[in-house]
């Protein structure tokens, strides 16, 4: 039976398989049927769900894309290399019913606190709910746009970086990612010199047949990999693709498999990231990617911030002296007018990647204090400090006696207006005022839909009053129900390069 539950405004699926099975049932089910056949079927079904829904019904079994991504594992695991059978659809149902089984057990085995089985299941299924192309076209910005703009010391070279890491330069990889999740069928094959050339006719990417070699090699992996995989984190997270190795009847070419057209574009852009900051980690925080990072996503919510205010006025840090010797820093970002301000606070990151994954409480009130509680104390420390009306670097808003308190994220930390601020006011007792906590990716939505108004502080006003428990995302959609989900500041972005990428994946399917 199909459940679905609504917490907070969030919707979750769950389901009951009704089955009692071992994995020793699933081997020898699995055991006498193709391996590739299977693949291809959960390759077909996750393309469905990118490009239709989040949720696919087969034969009354709910598929998300979490549940496609167990089947892919244990498919990898347990089918069979050689044989060339084909599974039955009842058999199928049968694979479908024990995933649902095992993943519901690994969650009630981990925890029963009801906190963290809401965290569990949300990095589960909302990962796969985000707006990919608004990740897709802030990451070409900040790194082909933005990043060489802001100032700071020792600044990496990031084109540089990210084509070490790729082997390929930083666009022609984009395109490849948009090119491949625009495949239906699931499944594609090295680019041949003919695809290449009409690419190049196209577009002025000059592509190399190398490129596409290069780009499915940063991209996939083969069986073996995924066979001896042992980590916390799904392996296609890493590597969404399946280099099969197999050549299909009447065909010149191995055939890859995409597991997964949402991890797919992930490993091009939050993926991306991580990797840059594995890289640059010399250990004891010290992080040169992440340092320059921090500035240059401080100065685009600024960019955003300024791109929508019109008839506020948008103030960057202010430093000012304490003491003789005392320096200090407002927050990130102040927005006024009248006797009214946001105050802004800018994080890289809410919980870490351990967190995620693991969903303790006790870890994430660890991680929280290192983030997202210092930026709640920046916000307070610079509220008092304007109120106290002893700094002449902050005589000029002696006026302002309404304030509204954000923290801007990086990254998703869902049910963070509640299980990280109730953590967060645990760590800091004595906060006297409510504060938001906000992705970037709600932020550009929610300065989309307040349009001419400039109604933020009077949204963040009734959010406060009316729902200060639930997430941005879930209170937009509440408030705006037939919103617009495309940021109005991406959106040169969509009609240039991105457009440009949708025409030629037709010249690509041709």
């Excluded at 240059?296 to 010797?325: C, D, M, P, R």
Aim: overall charge neutral; glycine content about 2%; some cysteine.
């Amino acid at each position: 039976m199909k459940f679905e539950k609504r917490i907070l405004g969030k919707e979750f699926y769950t389901y009951d398989p009704n089955i009692n099975c071992t994995h020793d049932d699933l081997r020898s089910l699995l055991k006498k049927y193709s391996r590739l056949e299977i693949l291809r079927t959960i390759a077909n079904f996750s393309a469905q769900i990118f490009n239709n829904n989040n949720i696919l019904n087969f034969s009354s079994i709910p598929l998300t894309n979490d549940i496609l991504l167990t089947a892919a594992e244990y498919t990898i695991k347990y089918a069979n290399l050689s044989e060339n059978k084909i599974i039955p659809e009842n058999d199928l149902k049968l694979f479908f019913r024990m995933c649902h089984k095992f993943s519901n057990s690994k969650i009630v085995e981990k925890t029963q606190n009801h906190e963290e089985i809401l965290i569990n299941y949300s990095y589960k299924q909302f990962i796969f709910q985000e707006n990919l192309l608004s990740q897709f076209a802030r990451s070409h910005y900040i790194y082909t746009n933005l990043w060489e703009r802001v100032e700071c010391e020792n600044k990496i070279d990031i084109l540089k970086e990210i084509e070490s890491i790729l082997g390929l330069r930083y666009e022609i990889a984009l395109f490849f990612t948009y090119a491949s999740v625009g495949n239906k069928d699931g499944y594609l094959f090295e680019y041949d010199k003919k695809t290449i050339d009409g690419l190049n006719k196209a577009t002025s990417l000059q592509i190399n047949i190398s490129d596409h070699q290069k780009y499915l090699k940063w991209a996939s992996e083969t069986y073996s990999y995924f066979d001896k995989y042992d980590g916390l984190m799904s392996p296609f997270v890493f590597y969404p693709i399946i280099n099969t190795q197999t050549k299909p009847p009447g065909v010149n070419s191995e055939v890859y498999i995409i597991v997964n057209h949402h991890l797919l574009y992930d490993k091009i852009t939050n993926n991306l990231y991580f990797q840059l900051a594995e890289k640059f980690d010399l250990g004891n925080g010290k992080n040169q990617f992440k340092v320059n990072f921090g500035y240059v996503f401080q100065e685009y919510i600024g960019e955003i911030l300024k791109f929508h205010f019109h008839n506020w006025t948008v103030h960057s840090e202010i430093n000012y002296l304490k003491a003789k010797k005392e320096k200090n820093d407002t927050v990130d970002w102040l927005i006024t007018k009248e006797n009214k301000m946001i105050l802004i606070e800018v994080k890289q990151s809410s919980i870490f990647l351990e967190s995620k994954i693991n969903c303790k409480i006790s870890d994430i009130k660890k991680d929280l204090e290192k983030t997202l509680a210092k930026g709640v104390r920046q916000l307070k420390k610079t509220k008092t400090d304007i109120l106290s009306k002893k700094y002449k670097e902050l005589s000029k808003f002696e006026h302002i006696n309404q304030f509204q308190y954000v923290i801007v994220t990086n990254d998703r930390f869902y049910y963070s207006n509640y299980i990280g601020k109730n953590s967060i006011k645990e760590i800091i007792p004595d906060i006297d005022f409510d504060f938001h906590i906000i992705s970037v990716n709600e932020l550009e939505i929610l300065l989309s839909e307040q349009k001419e108004s400039e109604s933020f502080f009077d949204l963040l006003t009734y959010k406060s009053l009316e729902f200060p428990l639930i997430d941005f995302k879930e209170f937009l959609f509440s408030i705006f129900p037939n919103g617009n989900n495309h940021p109005k500041f991406l959106s040169e972005y969509y009609s240039n390069f991105f457009n440009k990428i949708s025409l030629n994946i037709q010249l690509i399917d041709k």
